[in-house]
């Protein structure tokens, strides 16, 4: 028998949750399993749902970034486990079609879709904004480049890869870009 801190009721042991203190030694919590229940329901009354999702998902987040060694193993795990299932499920979602996956990953990334893609490349006329080649390859799974602003994600046009690159490695810099046009004009063979 023991006495609850909270409600001073005298109850079996078996209404206390079993912990450990510091040294390892079982012991029971303070409070009873209902008061306990109670504080807690008491704390998240003034607190919408939403709130408390939230606050589960940071407990989460938290906990996952704490435990990123625990979860590599578990993942590890299951997959030497199960690799024939999990190769199976890849296939199936990869495999199957290619340009779905394209497209769920090119709304996810920029939050347009393939209505907004397939106006795009109407208006450019199938093809690169630069340099006017075709984007369209009959042989290619990737026929074309998604420019946008590295800074607001927007969508800027369809390129082809050579001038997404171009634009990349000159990190959108219009100086850097017109000091190339100078070096080739001063190059140029005459």
Request: some cysteine; hydrophobic content about 25%; overall charge positive.
């Amino acid at each position: 028998m023991k006495e609850c801190k909270t409600c001073k009721e005298l109850l079996n042991e078996d209404k206390f949750y079993s912990l450990r203190d510091r040294k390892g030694n079982p012991t029971l919590t303070a409070r009873c399993k209902d008061c306990m229940k109670q504080a807690r329901r008491d704390q998240y009354s003034d607190i919408n749902r939403k709130d408390i999702s939230d606050a589960a998902r940071l407990r989460s987040q938290r906990w996952n970034k704490n435990n990123r060694e625990k979860i590599n193993k578990r993942r590890k795990e299951y997959y030497l486990n199960n690799k024939e299932l999990v190769a199976a499920c890849n296939d199936r979602w990869r495999g199957s079609n290619p340009e779905k996956l394209r497209l769920s990953r090119i709304k996810k990334l920029y939050g347009v879709d393939q209505s907004y893609i397939t106006d795009l490349m109407d208006s450019q006329k199938g093809c690169c904004d630069i340099c006017k080649e075709s984007l369209v390859f009959p042989d290619s799974i990737r026929e074309y480049a998604i420019d946008h602003c590295h800074t607001t994600d927007k969508v800027r046009g369809l390129l082809c890869h050579s001038c997404n690159h171009l634009l990349g490695n000159s990190f959108d810099s219009k100086d850097i870009l017109l000091s190339a046009i100078h070096y080739l004009d001063k190059h140029k063979e005459k």
